[in-house]
């Protein structure tokens, strides 16, 4: 009989729901839209997934630097968050949002990296109003960057499997399903949220495919298989499982931040 406790969906799904919102929150407004201001020009647009900078207020530098912006404030937010998380939760549902930001944060930062390099669009790429726009040599660099991005990105996924771990319930196989189960129900509830955001925008399929499904279905596609990494052959934890229970508190929150998200951003400000 399987006596692995079972967590809480509705909750779990809400968490995994805040997480993914203010880590795309982040990178388009606190990442790109602050660095266009902060450099000098104005957003002309501000999507839920995408913001479009004057450019003719910036340099060719400043340009680079709005691009480049976004995917930084991510990768500061997965550092940030997992410094802050303590090594043990004391509250299953405020540990596991702090490690779901970290995961996102590092995913999103390592992976536009990898994903800019291999098809060339994308924050990193080679679009008018990318980090590699009119370099000579592009294509070197995105060789580079696919490099990189892959590497830290699997070590993002791996380090984040070592930090949850010892709080999975279960032992070898065991575990490895539990921590499958957990990332599964995160991922799918990430991409409905995403995908149900963008379909709001005023570009159609254009943006749900090039963004809201690049960024969760792809970017995020290490909660398929990172907890495959785990060590099978360890023995049970001897730390209390991390479970998540009913709060009801995170699944208002989730509604209430996802509606306001996608109410304000989802059909784009025109400032």
């Keep these: 009989m399987d006596q692995t406790p079972r967590n809480h969906l509705p909750t779990l799904a809400a968490i995994g729901a805040l997480a993914y919102v203010i880590a795309v929150a982040l990178h388009e407004h606190l990442g790109h839209a602050a660095a266009c201001i902060a450099l000098g020009s104005r957003p002309d647009e501000l999507g839920a997934f995408y913001i479009q900078c004057h450019d003719a207020g910036l340099s060719s530098l400043g340009i680079r630097g709005v691009a480049i912006a976004g995917p930084v404030a991510s990768l500061l937010l997965g550092i940030i968050a997992f410094a802050l998380l303590p090594k043990k939760p004391e509250r299953a549902e405020g540990w596991l949002f702090v490690w779901l930001l970290g995961t996102l944060g590092l995913m999103t930062g390592t992976g ?3 994903f800019s390099g291999i098809v060339g669009i994308g924050d990193l790429g080679v679009g008018d109003d990318a980090a590699l726009h009119g370099l000579d040599h592009a294509g070197i660099y995105r060789i580079v960057l696919a490099v990189i991005g ?11 499997v070592k930090r949850i771990e010892p709080f999975v319930p279960g032992a070898g196989n065991a575990r490895v399903a539990a921590g499958r189960k957990l990332f599964m129900v995160i ?80 059909p784009t400000i025109r400032p």
Excluded at 212 to 239: C, H, I, Q, V, Y
């Design 112 to 114: 536009y990296m990898m």
């Design 150 to 160: 892959g590497a830290t990105y699997y070590a993002s996924a791996r380090y984040a």
């Design 187 to 266: 991922y799918v509830t990430g991409a409905l949220v995403y995908l149900a955001i963008g379909a709001l925008n005023p570009y159609g399929l254009l943006i749900v495919v090039t963004s809201s499904m690049a960024s969760s279905l792809g970017g995020t596609s290490g909660f398929l298989w990172m907890m495959e990494t785990a060590d099978r052959k360890s023995p049970a934890n001897t730390e209390p499982p991390l479970v998540v229970r009913a709060r009801p508190g995170w699944i208002v929150a989730a509604i209430a931040l996802c509606g306001l998200y996608s109410a304000t951003f989802g």
